[in-house]
Nanobody, 123 residues
Framework: QVQLVESGGGSVQAGDSLRLSCAAS????????MTWFRQVPGKEREFVSA????????NYADFVKGRFTTSRDNAKNTLDLQMHSLKPEDTAVYYC????????????????WGQGTQVTVSS
């Protein structure tokens, strides 16, 4: 069984930085992918970034390229999302997800999800 717990959300001003973490427990190891999604009320949950657990290959949604970086903390066994130059439109609940296989972008590929952490960016 895989369990994911996000942390690090909060309220910040536009232009600020924030770091999210997703603590993973269970059988995540080589061959797995972990991904960040986000969702605002009334909208679809959208892909933000993905990371292959082994090898570190990553990809990002166009709207976060150059501002967000996803990485793995081996010591803590967490997936981190470093967010810079935050914008009000980044306001959302951010979710961590995991799957065995390639870091795909469609959300329906992911059977394991965290509970989400709220990020609010004010102008």
């Amino acid at each position: 069984q895989v369990q994911l717990v996000e942390s690090g959300g909060g309220s910040v001003q536009a232009g600020d930085s924030l770091r999210l973490s997703c603590a993973a427990s269970g059988r995540i190891s080589g061959g797995w992918a972990m991904t960040w999604f986000r969702q605002v009320p009334g909208k679809e949950r959208e892909f933000v970034s993905a990371l292959a657990w082994t090898g570190g290959a990553s990809n990002y949604a166009d709207f976060v390229k150059g501002r967000f970086t996803t990485s793995r903390d081996n010591a803590k066994n967490t997936l981190d999302l470093q967010m810079h130059s935050l914008k009000p439109e980044d306001t959302a609940v951010y979710y961590c997800a995991a799957r065995f296989g390639a870091p795909l972008t469609p959300r329906w590929n992911y059977p394991y999800w965290g509970q989400g952490t709220q990020v609010t960016v004010s102008s």
